[in-house]
């Protein structure tokens, strides 16, 4: 099993950045695929970006260009870098995490393993 915990949302200024953390505990090295997803009020959960043990990325349409995801393996933590932060980007961001491989995308909505999500609010 593995816990996951999120940090690093809070409030920015529209075209402002944020870096979103999770840190990773327990059987960590057999994890597979990793992601961020978020949901803002009234909406359903949408991925955001994933990326799996290889390194491969994918994001979504609405993200591409601005949003980085990465991954230190060495500290066990996944990391969103984003960047010309926009007032729809405002949501509660989670961090997800699977061992089944497969298709390693912000689609992949049944992850086995999920953090309780860090707040990210944007003024304009």
């Known amino acids: 099993q593995v816990q996951l915990v999120e940090s690093g949302g809070g409030s920015v200024q529209a075209g402002g950045s944020l870096r979103l953390s999770c840190a990773a505990f327990?059987?960590?090295?057999?994890?597979?695929?990793m992601g961020w997803f978020r949901q803002a009020p009234g909406k359903e959960r949408e991925g955001v970006a994933a990326?799996?043990?290889?390194?491969?990325?994918r994001y979504a349409d609405s993200v591409k260009g601005r949003f980085t995801i990465s991954q230190d393996n060495a500290k066990n933590t996944l990391y969103l870098q984003m960047n010309s932060l926009q007032p729809e980007d405002a949501a509660m961001y989670y961090c997800?995490?699977?061992?089944?491989?497969?298709?390693?995308?912000?689609?992949?909505?049944?992850?086995?393993?999920w953090g309780k999500g860090t707040l990210v609010t944007i003024s304009s």
């Open positions: 997800a995490a699977d061992y089944r491989v497969g298709y390693c995308a912000p689609s992949r909505q049944d992850m086995d393993y």
């Open positions: 990326i799996d043990s290889d390194g491969n990325t």
């Open positions: 327990g059987n960590t090295y057999s994890l597979y695929c």
